[in-house]
């Protein structure tokens, strides 16, 4: 269900009480990484220099018509784990990521939720399978690193620790001293609730598109809002 009906909004008045972490997706909730470096042309490029060594077997067709970088990245690391091959994939990946922080477009209402967030008294954490260095380009940008620095856990190396693994959550988790139960997750793929769920920590979707609304909710997501602005009005009344 979406938050409109009042036992929504009594269910996301509960969800921010009891939060004294907040774990937030990247990519999606903070801010579209790909609104002006098309991911999709990012993972052909990616296909391209995979076949350009003899490796275009590496990838099934379903892999190959997703057109997503990271499906690309996990589908070569599963068959050729903590190899360099994966590893120059990795680092092609990230500096994909870095071209895109520079135009990528603030999710609306996320800048003002994440300051207000942090002067009542929240500590906040970035949980993301994008590279750590993208997010910090990205917050820097926008003045926000010192409302989640040192709390920024993205993809490393261990490629099977990324989400749906609850390990981002884990180490943020860990690293602030929070149990699972005092911490809120914001994120908008179903890998993102599953990893929530594994580690614990109640989770709040973020849909603004119908066809992200309707993955969330199959994947048992109880409230999917398609604006962040109740967050922030609730957060300031």
């Not at 774990?23 to 991911?39: K, M, T, V, Y």
């Not at 077997?57 to 190959?64: A, D, K, M």
């Not at 490629?159 to 929070?178: E, I, Q, T, V």
Request: proline share 6%; net charge negative; hydrophobic share 40%.
């Amino acid at each position: 269900m979406t938050a409109e009906t009042e036992n929504d909004q009594h269910y996301l008045q509960t969800l921010i009480k009891g939060a004294r972490v907040v774990l937030w997706d990247f990519d999606g909730p903070i801010c579209r990484l790909f609104a002006g470096h098309s991911a999709d042309r990012v993972a052909s490029d990616l296909m391209s220099w995979l076949e350009g060594r003899g490796l275009h077997g590496l990838l099934t067709e379903t892999e190959r018509q997703s057109l997503d970088p990271q499906v690309v990245l996990r589908a070569v690391d599963r068959r050729h784990p903590g190899s360099d091959l994966v590893a120059e994939l990795e680092e092609r990946l990230t500096h994909e990521e870095l071209r895109a922080a520079s135009s990528a477009m603030p999710t609306p209402y996320a800048d003002p939720l994440i300051r207000t967030w942090t002067a009542v008294g929240s500590r906040l954490a970035i949980t993301t399978n994008n590279s750590p260095r993208v997010v910090h380009k990205y917050l820097e940008s926008r003045g926000l690193v010192g409302c989640f620095a040192p709390h920024i856990y993205g993809r490393t190396q261990e490629l099977h620790h990324m989400k749906p693994d609850p390990h981002c959550l884990n180490r943020a988790l860990s690293a602030m001293g929070a149990a699972p139960a005092d911490a809120l997750m914001i994120g908008d793929t179903p890998s993102d609730h599953e990893a929530a769920a594994r580690a614990g920590v109640p989770f709040l979707g973020y849909g603004q598109s119908d066809r992200t609304a309707r993955m969330l909710l199959a994947a048992g997501v109880e409230v999917v809002l398609p604006s962040l602005e109740p967050l922030l009005k609730l957060l300031r009344g």
